[in-house]
C-alpha cells in the first residue's frame, strides 16, 4: 500500500479552489440538464482520491476519468493500478459541482452532454494542477476514461501537451454527448470488450459500432473542434453520430497515433467485476442491454497491457 493523499486525510496537503455556480435544469419529466458555471478541480474536495506508490520517487501518473455514474465507477480500477506501481488520481465531478445524488439518478436522468460536460471541465483542470504537483512525474500523466468518460479524455488528448501527457486510455467510446474530436495531439488506445453492448436495444449491439441520435450531442461545447459541430441538438438532430470505430478508422487515416484493443470475454467496464450479462432499464422504461464486467485472467491482460505504457521510462 501506498501514500494516501485525500480530501479526508491529508488537508494541509491541498490548496482549495472555489467551485462553480452549476445547477440542474429539468428539461422535461425526469429528464434534467446542468447550467451554469462548471466547477474547476478542487484537491480539497471530498470525492478526491490521490494514491502514490511507496517505492517510486516522482512515479507515473493516471487520472481516472468516471462514467455516467460517478467516481465509484472507478474504485476497482485504481487500486488495481496503484497496487502495479502507479500514482493514482481521481474525483467526483458531481460531487465537485456539489451535487449530491445516487448513482442511478446520473445514469437515468441526466443528459449525456451534461454528465460529460462536468466531467471534462473536473479532468482537464485536474490535469493542469497534476503538471504542477512536485509529487509525479510530470512528463508521464496518462488519463483512462470509462465509458462517458471515455469520450472525455478522447477530447482531452486534443488540447492536452504531448509533453506532459504519454497516452490515453479509452474505454468504450459511444461518440455520443461532446462528439468526438477533428484532431489528437497525443496517443490514444481505445479498449472494448467484444461484449460490450452497454446501452444497447439489442444483444449485438456493439458500443464501437453504434450510432446515435445527434440529438443527444452538446451544441456548444468549450473544447476541441469535433464532429458534434454539425450533428447536435440544435443541427442535424435527426440524424446520426459517427460510430467509434468510423472515427477511429478516420483518425488512423489521418497519421493519428491511435490503437484499438479489443478483449475477449470482457464486457463495458472490465475493473467493474466478473462479466455478467445483462438486461438494464433505461429513462423512459426503455429496457436495453448492459452487459458489464469481465473474467479475472482478461482483466489481467487489460492491466498489464495498460501498465506496459504507463511504467515506461
Given at each position: 500500500?501506498?501514500?494516501?493523499?485525500?480530501?479526508?486525510?491529508?488537508?494541509?496537503?491541498?490548496?482549495?479552489?472555489?467551485?462553480?455556480?452549476?445547477?440542474?435544469?429539468?428539461?422535461?419529466?425526469?429528464?434534467?440538464?446542468?447550467?451554469?458555471?462548471?466547477?474547476?478541480?478542487?484537491?480539497?474536495?471530498?470525492?478526491?482520491?490521490?494514491?502514490?506508490?511507496?517505492?517510486?520517487?516522482?512515479?507515473?501518473?493516471?487520472?481516472?476519468?468516471?462514467?455516467?455514474?460517478?467516481?465509484?465507477?472507478?474504485?476497482?480500477?485504481?487500486?488495481?493500478?496503484?497496487?502495479?506501481?502507479?500514482?493514482?488520481?481521481?474525483?467526483?465531478?458531481?460531487?465537485?459541482?456539489?451535487?449530491?445524488?445516487?448513482?442511478?439518478?446520473?445514469?437515468?436522468?441526466?443528459?449525456?452532454?451534461?454528465?460529460?460536460?462536468?466531467?471534462?471541465?473536473?479532468?482537464?483542470?485536474?490535469?493542469?494542477?497534476?503538471?504542477?504537483?512536485?509529487?509525479?512525474?510530470?512528463?508521464?500523466?496518462?488519463?483512462?476514461?470509462?465509458?462517458?468518460?471515455?469520450?472525455?479524455?478522447?477530447?482531452?488528448?486534443?488540447?492536452?501537451?504531448?509533453?506532459?501527457?504519454?497516452?490515453?486510455?479509452?474505454?468504450?467510446?459511444?461518440?455520443?454527448?461532446?462528439?468526438?474530436?477533428?484532431?489528437?495531439?497525443v496517443p490514444?488506445?481505445?479498449?472494448?470488450?467484444?461484449?460490450?453492448?452497454?446501452?444497447?436495444?439489442?444483444?449485438?449491439?456493439?458500443?464501437?459500432?453504434?450510432?446515435?441520435?445527434?440529438?443527444?450531442?452538446?451544441?456548444?461545447?468549450?473544447?476541441?473542434?469535433?464532429?458534434?459541430?454539425?450533428?447536435?441538438?440544435?443541427?442535424?438532430?435527426?440524424?446520426?453520430?459517427?460510430?467509434?470505430?468510423?472515427?477511429?478508422?478516420?483518425?488512423?487515416?489521418?497519421?493519428?497515433?491511435?490503437?484499438?484493443?479489443?478483449?475477449?470475454?470482457?464486457?463495458?467496464?472490465?475493473?467493474?467485476g466478473p462479466?455478467?450479462?445483462?438486461?438494464?432499464?433505461?429513462?423512459?422504461?426503455?429496457?436495453?442491454?448492459?452487459?458489464?464486467?469481465?473474467?479475472?485472467?482478461?482483466?489481467?491482460?487489460?492491466?498489464?497491457d495498460v501498465?506496459?505504457?504507463?511504467?515506461?521510462?
Amino acid at each position: 500500500m501506498g501514500v494516501v493523499f485525500s480530501a479526508q486525510t491529508a488537508k494541509a496537503q491541498c490548496v482549495p479552489v472555489q467551485g462553480g455556480s452549476a445547477r440542474l435544469i429539468e428539461l422535461r419529466d425526469e429528464l434534467y440538464t446542468v447550467t451554469g458555471a462548471l466547477a474547476s478541480f478542487d484537491p480539497c474536495n471530498r470525492s478526491v482520491d490521490f494514491r502514490l506508490p511507496s517505492a517510486s520517487q516522482r512515479p507515473p501518473l493516471v487520472i481516472f476519468v468516471h462514467g455516467g455514474g460517478g467516481g465509484g465507477d472507478n474504485t476497482s480500477a485504481m487500486a488495481a493500478f496503484h497496487d502495479a506501481g502507479a500514482a493514482v488520481l481521481g474525483f467526483d465531478a458531481y460531487v465537485m459541482n456539489g451535487f449530491d445524488r445516487p448513482s442511478r439518478f446520473w445514469v437515468l436522468n441526466m443528459t449525456y452532454e451534461a454528465r460529460q460536460r462536468m466531467i471534462y471541465t473536473v479532468a482537464l483542470s485536474a490535469y493542469r494542477w497534476a503538471v504542477t504537483d512536485g509529487r509525479i512525474d510530470p512528463r508521464r500523466i496518462h488519463f483512462y476514461g470509462l465509458s462517458n468518460g471515455a469520450d472525455v479524455v478522447a477530447n482531452l488528448a486534443a488540447v492536452t501537451d504531448p509533453r506532459n501527457v504519454r497516452a490515453v486510455f479509452a474505454e468504450g467510446l459511444a461518440g455520443a454527448g461532446l462528439g468526438l474530436p477533428d484532431m489528437l495531439r497525443v496517443p490514444l488506445r481505445a479498449i472494448f470488450g467484444r461484449l460490450d453492448n452497454f446501452g444497447g436495444k439489442a444483444a449485438d449491439d456493439w458500443r464501437w459500432l453504434r450510432r446515435n441520435r445527434c440529438a443527444l450531442n452538446v451544441a456548444e461545447f468549450d473544447g476541441p473542434p469535433g464532429n458534434a459541430a454539425g450533428c447536435n441538438a440544435r443541427a442535424g438532430a435527426a440524424g446520426l453520430t459517427q460510430s467509434p470505430s468510423d472515427w477511429l478508422t478516420e483518425q488512423q487515416k489521418r497519421g493519428a497515433d491511435v490503437e484499438v484493443w479489443f478483449y475477449e470475454r470482457a464486457a463495458h467496464g472490465a475493473f467493474l467485476g466478473p462479466l455478467r450479462e445483462r438486461t438494464n432499464v433505461w429513462a423512459g422504461g426503455n429496457v436495453g442491454f448492459a452487459s458489464i464486467g469481465a473474467d479475472a485472467d482478461i482483466r489481467a491482460k487489460l492491466l498489464s497491457d495498460v501498465m506496459r505504457v504507463v511504467l515506461a521510462p
